[in-house]
């Protein structure tokens, strides 16, 4: 019960520390708001559906079923945090070349003719997204794959996913 504990208030630091991460890649918005709680939550039911399947899976494969699987899990999960933000943190000039910025105006403003800028383009916006959703959607699936399966274990004690639930949540 600690350990779940522990492993919600990791996903609580993970969680602020990814929106502060996409701050600085995605810029401070609603946008990026919205990326890391869609994804987060994404994660969290995509991962709670695949739960039976993947837990499955491993006991078949490993002829074992109970906590090992779940301490492996967040082992993974927490490497694969960690290496998914350094992700967004990198730069893309290897895949989008050396500026991947395209020339724009900014009209309205004098001088009459708009103020040439430079702005990223639809390439380098698109990748930087989809490296953002990646960074948060896969570490809170495998979130998910947890409670379920922790629950799974317990079935004699009818009150244990309530238990579980707050003390991830507290």
């Known amino acids: ?4 504990a522990l492993s919600g208030a990791a996903a609580l630091a993970y969680q602020t520390v ?5 701050v600085d890649a995605l810029g401070a918005s609603g946008t990026t708001f919205l990326v890391v709680l869609c994804s987060f939550i994404g ?3 995509l991962g709670s559906f695949l739960s039976p399947r993947v837990y499955g ?3 078949r494969r490993t002829g074992r079923r109970g906590l090992v699987h779940y301490g ?5 999960l927490t490497l694969l945090a960690l290496v998914l933000l350094a992700l ?3 730069p893309l000039t290897g895949i989008l070349g050396e500026l991947p910025y395209v020339d724009s105006v900014v009209h309205g403003i004098p001088p009459a003719g708009g103020i040439p800028v430079r702005v990223p383009s639809a390439a380098y916006e698109t990748l930087r997204l989809g490296i953002a959703i990646l960074a948060v959607g896969v570490p809170t699936t495998l ?4 409670f379920p399966y922790l629950v799974s274990l317990f079935p004699e004690e009818p009150r244990f996913a309530s238990r579980l639930y707050a003390a991830n949540t507290l």
């Open 1 to 4: 019960m600690r350990a779940y």
């Open 18 to 22: 990814w929106y502060h991460a996409l």
């Open 43 to 45: 994660g969290l039911g």
């Open 57 to 59: 899976w491993l006991e």
């Open 72 to 76: 492996r899990t967040e082992l993974v």
């Open 88 to 90: 967004v943190s990198a």
């Open 143 to 146: 979130m998910g794959l947890t």
